[in-house]
């Protein structure tokens, strides 16, 4: 929460928490169960114990306000396919294809995509259908960034490296690809601020505003050893390793006082 607010009011926060609706007879319709649930030491919380409301006399400034878990499996929002395909004493070919599985009303901003190479692969070459790619020699990897990434969408990147005549052994397991991305007005849960109350005597008007946002947690796809050209060309699809780290916030809730 990001707050602006003269005094020390008392602020209610209300969700569509699935215990809340249950406790009034709402049902399950819409409501999302909360597990796990951590507070902001300003939160009461005997009060939130005995009736599930979130009430507090936030700081000033930013804060968490609370954390929680979700009991169900999310799916992965960008998933990954990848083919690394290596030409003996030659070079290596990488294939990343990434689909953005979630709907199409929503765009991923931001998104990074981060291929591990062989530490000893030069004279790099890409070609992507949408983005830039740009090689880190430094850190081994290849990173492919996307401005905008609309939901249903699927895309494509391929990169090409030499390799040196003599090759270096690779003792220690391939890293695996890092998923970077945000998505603005969306959340993963379901979960919703139905209501932001604010309690002050004196009847000063506040302003509050919400914006809902997802962004992956270092979100991460498992890669094998590299396939030798004489075994033949494979598929392999890598997803998520578990558990999958979504962040799904409400972030922030701005609070200004109008007097």
């Given at each position: 929460m990001k707050v602006f607010l003269s005094g020390m009011p008392e602020l209610r926060l209300g969700?569509?928490?699935?215990?809340?609706?249950?406790?009034?007879?709402?049902?399950?319709?819409?409501?999302?169960?909360?597990?796990?649930?951590?507070?902001?030491?300003?939160?009461?919380?005997?009060?939130?114990?005995s009736d599930r409301t979130i009430s507090f006399v936030p700081p000033d400034g930013d804060f968490e306000l609370m954390s929680y878990r979700l009991g169900t499996r999310a799916k992965p929002l960008i998933w990954i396919e990848s083919v690394i395909e290596k030409f003996s004493h030659s070079?290596?070919?990488i294939m990343v294809k990434a689909k953005a599985q979630f709907k199409k009303q929503s765009v991923a901003n931001g998104v990074e995509?981060?291929?591990?190479?062989?530490?000893?692969?030069?004279?790099?070459?890409?070609?992507t259908s949408v983005g830039s790619a740009r090689y880190l020699p430094e850190k081994n990897l290849v990173v492919w960034s996307i401005k905008s990434f609309p939901g249903g969408k699927e895309h494509l990147m391929r990169a090409h490296f030499g390799l040196p005549s003599v090759e270096k052994e690779e003792d220690e397991g391939r890293p695996p690809i890092a998923v970077r991305f945000e998505i603005p007005y969306f959340t993963v849960s379901g979960i919703q601020v139905r209501y932001m109350k604010i309690i002050e005597k004196s009847g000063y008007q506040a302003l509050p505003w919400v914006r809902y946002i997802t962004q992956s947690g270092g979100d991460q796809v498992r890669t094998p050893a590299i396939l030798n050209q004489n075994k033949g060309k494979q598929r392999i699809v890598f997803c998520y390793e578990l558990p999958c780290r979504l962040q799904h916030c409400i972030l922030p809730v701005t609070l200004r006082a109008k007097i």
């Amino acid at each position: 929460m990001k707050v602006f607010l003269s005094g020390m009011p008392e602020l209610r926060l209300g969700l569509n928490d699935r215990v809340l609706f249950e406790l009034t007879g709402r049902g399950k319709n819409k409501s999302v169960e909360l597990e796990d649930v951590k507070f902001h030491q300003c939160v009461r919380l005997s009060r939130f114990d005995s009736d599930r409301t979130i009430s507090f006399v936030p700081p000033d400034g930013d804060f968490e306000l609370m954390s929680y878990r979700l009991g169900t499996r999310a799916k992965p929002l960008i998933w990954i396919e990848s083919v690394i395909e290596k030409f003996s004493h030659s070079r290596v070919e990488i294939m990343v294809k990434a689909k953005a599985q979630f709907k199409k009303q929503s765009v991923a901003n931001g998104v990074e995509i981060a291929v591990p190479v062989p530490s000893d692969a030069d004279s790099p070459k890409f070609k992507t259908s949408v983005g830039s790619a740009r090689y880190l020699p430094e850190k081994n990897l290849v990173v492919w960034s996307i401005k905008s990434f609309p939901g249903g969408k699927e895309h494509l990147m391929r990169a090409h490296f030499g390799l040196p005549s003599v090759e270096k052994e690779e003792d220690e397991g391939r890293p695996p690809i890092a998923v970077r991305f945000e998505i603005p007005y969306f959340t993963v849960s379901g979960i919703q601020v139905r209501y932001m109350k604010i309690i002050e005597k004196s009847g000063y008007q506040a302003l509050p505003w919400v914006r809902y946002i997802t962004q992956s947690g270092g979100d991460q796809v498992r890669t094998p050893a590299i396939l030798n050209q004489n075994k033949g060309k494979q598929r392999i699809v890598f997803c998520y390793e578990l558990p999958c780290r979504l962040q799904h916030c409400i972030l922030p809730v701005t609070l200004r006082a109008k007097i």
